[in-house]
């Protein structure tokens, strides 16, 4: 399979592929059921909606959603009991993926992480974003934004590990991964600048294969071969990255917003590292970034059952 790099290829190539079903927690909600619509027009997925049974009937109607027979609607109490169906469903076999509706991401974490009724792998749980940014050949993916704070550098090598898989999924067999800093030199009062410097080393020494990576990066070297060159870099990623792992949640939540609201890219998001793929997006993001993140679940989860 050739390397994906638009929102539009990564549609192509799940509906190329058998339809999963995905379970959706708190499902009552308009920019959620018209990514759900969006995903059923392109015939992607089928769905089982969790939530508020007469809201989720009420916006149905008035956008045109209609759903099949193999699909329902469970009426549920609370939004904990919402959360609780969804991943119940997908741990259980019923449904391949689980999708974050409307709810904050505490609430649906607490039940995917839930020790006897989650969906824990025994790896570390990662979130990506990734961005097709007007001006670029490939899509950069940014992790992680939104799950991990300060991650450890054994919690990286996981983050790593995750990201790997999921651009196998994409078809980008070596991916490009950027370990970035606020510079690109080795300083031992940065502690950013020390755990990419052993990343890239326990890469060179096979600790962690299937991807070229390298680092300290700043992010302008990362991702421009002008500044890269500029600043007389010599790396197979510099410039090039396909991969943005960043140094903390901050620095990551601001990079995601930044690409969003100043680059006005198309984002799709996941959860890596459960046992299966989970579609978790911001409250506020378009139906449109729900639907590429259902698309980039559905193209995983295919690449996660050859695996098997």
């Keep these: 399979m050739s390397k994906l790099a638009t929102f539009q290829e990564i549609l192509a190539k799940a509906e190329s592929l058998p339809p999963v079903t995905v379970a959706v927690a708190a499902a009552d909600d308009q920019e959620v059921l018209e990514a759900v619509l969006d995903a059923k027009k392109h015939g992607i997925a089928q769905f089982q909606l969790y939530g508020k049974q007469k809201e989720i009937e009420r916006i149905c109607k008035e956008i045109g959603l209609v759903l099949g027979g193999q699909e329902s609607i469970v009426d549920t109490s609370s939004i904990q009991a919402a959360c609780s169906g969804a991943v119940t469903a997908v741990r259980?076999?019923?449904a391949d993926v689980v999708m974050k509706g409307?709810?904050?991401?505490?609430d649906f974490l607490r039940a995917i992480l839930h020790k006897e009724k989650g969906l824990r792998s025994g790896r570390v749980l990662s979130?990506?974003?990734s961005f097709e940014v007007p001006g670029y050949n490939r899509l950069i993916h940014v992790t992680d934004p939104a799950l991990n704070v300060a991650p450890t550098l054994p919690e990286k090598f996981q983050i790593v590990e995750n990201m790997i898989d999921l651009c196998y999924a994409l078809g980008c067999d070596e991916p490009k991964i950027a370990a970035l800093a606020a510079v690109e030199v080795v300083n031992p009062n940065m502690q950013a600048t020390l755990d990419a410097a052993a990343l890239a080393q326990m890469n060179r020494r096979k600790q962690l294969r299937g991807a070229v990576i390298d680092g300290?990066?700043?992010?302008?070297n990362a991702i421009s071969v002008e500044a890269a060159a500029h600043k007389g870099i010599d790396s197979p990623v510099a410039g090039l990255a396909d991969v943005l792992l960043v140094p903390d949640i901050e620095a990551g939540n601001i990079l995601y917003k930044s690409m969003v609201y100043f680059a006005n890219a198309k984002i799709g998001?996941?959860?890596?590292?459960?046992?299966?793929?989970?579609?978790?997006?911001?409250r506020a993001d378009s139906a449109e970034a729900k639907l590429y993140s259902i698309a980039l679940a559905v193209v995983q989860a295919a690449n996660s059952n050859r695996m098997k």
């Design 92 to 94: 259980e076999g019923k």
């Design 102 to 106: 409307m709810v904050q991401t505490a």
């Design 127 to 129: 979130h990506v974003a």
């Design 216 to 220: 300290p990066f700043a992010l302008d």
């Design 269 to 282: 998001a996941l959860v890596l590292g459960a046992k299966a793929p989970i579609v978790l997006t911001s």
